[in-house]
Structures are given as structure tokens and as C-alpha cells.
């Protein structure tokens, strides 16, 4: 069984020489220092099933969080969701967004740009602007980041059909003004698998659609090696109606059906795999939501690991690890 | 690995006692948080009448500053680890996901899945269900199906200015004509070409998007090559 010790020496240890603590007293309001972990041993009780099914954060299964040091390093990115109206209004809400603490930005878009029409198409009418911002062209993409610097913050784009469109606007706007692809850090949605199921808006077929998306896996690690080219989303399938089993089951199918259709085309797992992110609800049934996430976390990169043969398998679509010279290739297929 | 966003329920938001919707949305996102989300939006308290305001906005991203900096969930990773309820429930769901998991494997994987139907069936069920329990309040939702005496209160609402659709207009027919139209007959050939032949369009997007080809015209050359979708109608 492994110690909090060496997970505290080791892990831990690790992710704080990335990112440091933050300066803020780790303390509750009587004093009392909490360690950053606690586990079983600290009440002297036995969990058997301690390491499979909980582990440490930052360890395969991931159960407890991604990263070794979680919020006592850095806090999760608090990312409001705007857009409206002209992309003068919505750069000028983005701005004050990000002078009241906000640390990244995420943009809606209005139903035209959604479906992929242009402002001035005539089923364009009475829509433009209304649920979000509209972006017809590059001209409006310029406009919407002005004023922005592409390198310091992130930039999430809920964009889905015409989702290569307009991630090719956003980084024209970065080439444009001199930003280095390779440090850009953001996300589009792009999952169209989930607009099928819930949201409905799609313009192809099912399959020419993933066809785009899979465009993306290949292309995105290459040029924007940053940038998060999907986020497999819940978060429409629950708001249609799914109960949290069904948001969490369907989105996880979505995953894996892009991971099958990315080895397909001959994609490596260990390349695409770490910027596949994802997107859930978080609904009234306080407990049941918390156990989603930790449920997410575990299924993953389990049967991820199980499916794809990553070179590393313990790290089940997870972070990249240099190949051993002379080991062979990853199948290509499941 | 997955790391994941999370937001708020718009759908539990109620357009009754809108303000109830502040204390909502902050139970979720501490959800949200001790779920060890790596991003988190939370929704305005007036998402159910329009798009938020200034204020609203505000109102959302203090909620996760007061959980982040005052409620003290961030000292230790994990809280909840250990908690018999939420280890039983994280196990239950995950048992109960991974026979949904198979089952759609069984069905041939989540196209095939769609083409018949299965998703629709299954949402209308689970909606239908939850529906008839709040209207015999088995489950009572606050301010909406219980505890219904309205505080009249005004909620100033976020109204689009209606001459969007002029700006719009203007600045594509300059686009249109200032541009360089070789440049952009070329890029879209470029893509229609990647499409027809099954490369990658990565490449071509960028180079329609910095010639300044209209999104309408990237995806009308993508329409015509593989066709659009009418979803079938099901019984």
C-alpha cells in the first residue's frame, strides 16, 4: 500500500516545483494547518480498495483530481460563459470580465453563427446578436480580441458545426498579430456527437461531422499544441433532459467514439489523447453531482487504457511519455 | 486523464423568485468544486428571463470568488474522499454508467445509436418522468411548485440592441468588398478540394479565415460537399 508520505515527497512535490502554493493561509478560521491529504491512515482505518479505486490526486485513477497539488496551488479557472450583440459590445464585456478577477475567457456565439449562416443571410433574421455574439468573418473575430493578449489568457469557444471555421478565425487573429501558436491555450467545443443527442445543431451528417472533429485531433497537436481541440460535452445532453448517470455514461461514449475514430485514421493516442477535455452539468443533487465528477475521473482513463494500449498503460489517455528507442508503434486500431 | 469545465444547471434555474437562482447556483458550484472541476462557470440568477446583465454577471463570478477564497473547501484536495455516502454513490455511478457504456457498444457505437433513435427515447423518457414527479410534488422545486408567494421585484433586464443586425450587415458587405477576391476564390477552392478529398481542412480553414472568406461561405462549400442533415422523425 502506498504512503501519503511518498505520495506527498513525490507527486506532490513534483507539481509544487510547476506551481507553488498560493500565498493564502492554508488554515481554518481556528488555526488549524489541514495537510493537503488526507487518507485513510490518518484515522487509523484500513481501505483495502484504497489505491484501485481512490488513489492519490495526480495518480492513476485519477479519482482525486488530476493534479498532484489541486486548489492549494492553483484554484480551477473561473470562466464566464459571454456574448452579445456586435463584437464591439461583447470585447467591451470581456474586458470588464477580466479587470473583476476573471481569469479566462469563453464566448458565446449567436444562433447564426452557430448554424453556420452569416449575419446578413436571410434565415439570419431576428437571431443576429440575440443569444450571442455574431461572427460572420474574420473582421469580427479581430475586433472581438482587441485589446486582448492571446498569450496570457485563455479563450474557450462554444462552437460546434462550424467549429474548424471559426478556431482557424481565432488563430488567424493570433498569426495577424504576432502571437506563437505554441503558446495560445484555450478549447473549442467541437463535439458534434452530443449536438445529435441533445442540442441539434448540426449541419452535415454524422459521419462527414466527425470527419472535421477528427481534422482537429491530427492538425491541433502539431500547430496549437496547447490548445484543447474538444471538450466532450454533458453539459447540453443533461439540460435536454438525462438524468446525471445517463450525462456521465453518454459523455464518456462520445469520448471513446472519437479516441476510436482518431486511431482509425492512424492517429497516435499518447499525442491527442492529453488535450481531449471535457464538460459536465452540475445540477441541485448535491452529493450525486460530486460523485459524477470522481466517477468520470476514474472511468476514463481506465477504459482508456483498456481500448487504446497507450504506450504507458497505467496512464490511460493521459499525459504524454517519450517512447523507449526501438519499441514498437501503437496499434492503430482498438 | 480527464480534466473537465463545469457549469451551473441553466434548466434548474426558475423565472419565479429569480433571486432564489443566487442560492442555487452557488449549492452547485460548490458541487462543482469539491467534484474537483478544473473550470467552472456559474450561471446568472437571471438566465431564466434573458441574457445576464452586468450586474448578474458579477453577482455569478462573486459566488465562486466566496467559495475559492472564504469557505475553506480549498485547503485539502478531495474533502469528500472517505465520506461512506459519496465513495457508495461515486462506485454506484460508475457501475451503473459502465452498463450504459456497453450497452451502446452492443448497439455499434454511438452513430448507429442515434440513426435509431436510442437517445431521443431515452431522454424523453427520463424527462417525462421527472416532470410528472414535480407536477405531484414528490419533488418540490422552491418558489415554483411549493412556497410560491411572489415578492414583486424587478429585474432589470439585458435587452439586445436591435441594430446589431445593421452593423452586421455593414461591416460583411466592406469585408466583401475590400478583400482580395483571387485570394479568396483560392482558399475556398482549397478547401473544397480537401473535402472532396478527404484531407485534412485544418490548413484550408486558416487560409479561408486570414483571406477573409465569410463563415457562410466556408460552410456553404462544406453543404455542398457532404450534404446537410434532417434528423429522421421517430415514433
Not at chain 1, 499544441?225 to 433532459?241: L, Q, T
Not at chain 2, 442555487?24 to 446583465?53: K, M, W
Amino acid at each position: 500500500m502506498r504512503k501519503k508520505h511518498d505520495w506527498l515527497r513525490e507527486t506532490y512535490q513534483k507539481s509544487l516545483e510547476k506551481m507553488p502554493e498560493r500565498p493564502v493561509a492554508h488554515r481554518t478560521l481556528s488555526n488549524i494547518a489541514p495537510e493537503p491529504l488526507y487518507t485513510p491512515e490518518d484515522i487509523g482505518v484500513l481501505d483495502p480498495e484504497y489505491e484501485e479505486k481512490r488513489g492519490f490526486p495526480g495518480e492513476y485513477p485519477y479519482t482525486r483530481g488530476v493534479y498532484g497539488s489541486m486548489y492549494r496551488s492553483k484554484l480551477w479557472t473561473m470562466r464566464m460563459f459571454a456574448g452579445f450583440g456586435t463584437a464591439e459590445q461583447t470585447n467591451e464585456r470581456f474586458k470588464k470580465l477580466l479587470k473583476a478577477g476573471q481569469t479566462g475567457l469563453s464566448v458565446a456565439f449567436d444562433l447564426p453563427t452557430l448554424m453556420g449562416y452569416d449575419s446578413d443571410h436571410p434565415l439570419s433574421k431576428g437571431e443576429v446578436g440575440k443569444c450571442g455574439v455574431a461572427v460572420s468573418s474574420l473582421a469580427d473575430m479581430e475586433i472581438l480580441f482587441e485589446g486582448i493578449n492571446l498569450e496570457e489568457v485563455t479563450t474557450s469557444m462554444t462552437i460546434n458545426s462550424p467549429a474548424n471555421a471559426i478556431w482557424a478565425m481565432y488563430l488567424a487573429v493570433a498569426k495577424k498579430r504576432g502571437y506563437d501558436w505554441k503558446k495560445l491555450g484555450g478549447t473549442i467545443q467541437n463535439d458534434i456527437l452530443k449536438e445529435f443527442i441533445a442540442q441539434k445543431e448540426f449541419i452535415f451528417p454524422p459521419e462527414p461531422s466527425v470527419k472535421l472533429v477528427i481534422d482537429t485531433f491530427e492538425w491541433g497537436p502539431k500547430n496549437v499544441p496547447k490548445w484543447n481541440f474538444i471538450s466532450v460535452s454533458g453539459y447540453h445532453i443533461r439540460e435536454a433532459g438525462s438524468t446525471a448517470v445517463q450525462e456521465l455514461a453518454w459523455t464518456l461514449a462520445d469520448g471513446f467514439e472519437y479516441v476510436e475514430a482518431a486511431l482509425k485514421r492512424g492517429l497516435d493516442v499518447d499525442e491527442f489523447a492529453p488535450r481531449i477535455s471535457f464538460f459536465f452539468d452540475v445540477h441541485n443533487d448535491f452529493f450525486e453531482e460530486i460523485a459524477k465528477f470522481r466517477a468520470a475521473r476514474r472511468i476514463w482513463p481506465r477504459r482508456c487504457a483498456t481500448a487504446t494500449k497507450p504506450r504507458t498503460p497505467r496512464a490511460g489517455c493521459s499525459a504524454p511519455t517519450p517512447r523507449p528507442p526501438g519499441s514498437p508503434s501503437p496499434p492503430s486500431s482498438p | 486523464m480527464l480534466r473537465t469545465h463545469a457549469q451551473t444547471a441553466g434548466v434548474s434555474l426558475t423565472a419565479q423568485q429569480p433571486l432564489n437562482n443566487i442560492a442555487r447556483v452557488a449549492i452547485q458550484a460548490l458541487a462543482a468544486v469539491l467534484g474537483g472541476t478544473n473550470s467552472l462557470h456559474t450561471d446568472a440568477y437571471d438566465e431564466a428571463l434573458a441574457l445576464p446583465t452586468e450586474e448578474s454577471a458579477t453577482i455569478a463570478l462573486r459566488t465562486q470568488q466566496i467559495i475559492a477564497y472564504e469557505t475553506g473547501v480549498t485547503h485539502t484536495i478531495d474533502p469528500l474522499a472517505g465520506s461512506y455516502y459519496v465513495e457508495w454513490l461515486t462506485d454506484e455511478m460508475e457501475r451503473q454508467a459502465m452498463e450504459i457504456i456497453e450497452e451502446i457498444r452492443r448497439m455499434g457505437g454511438m452513430v448507429r445509436a442515434i440513426e435509431e433513435g436510442y437517445f431521443l427515447r431515452e431522454l424523453a423518457e427520463a424527462s417525462y418522468r421527472y416532470q410528472q414527479e414535480v407536477e405531484r410534488k414528490e419533488r418540490i422545486i422552491v418558489g415554483v411548485n411549493a412556497f410560491t408567494d411572489e415578492i414583486p421585484l424587478k429585474v432589470p433586464i439585458q435587452l439586445v440592441d436591435p441594430e446589431v443586425e445593421r452593423v452586421q450587415a455593414e461591416r460583411l458587405a466592406r469585408v466583401r468588398r475590400e478583400r482580395d477576391p483571387k485570394r479568396v476564390e483560392e482558399a475556398l477552392k482549397g478547401l473544397r478540394r480537401a473535402a472532396v478529398e478527404g484531407q485534412n481542412t485544418m490548413p484550408h480553414f486558416v487560409e479561408c479565415a486570414l483571406a477573409y472568406c465569410t463563415l457562410g461561405e466556408m460552410m456553404d462549400v462544406l453543404r455542398e460537399v457532404y450534404g446537410t442533415y434532417q434528423e429522421p422523425a421517430y415514433v
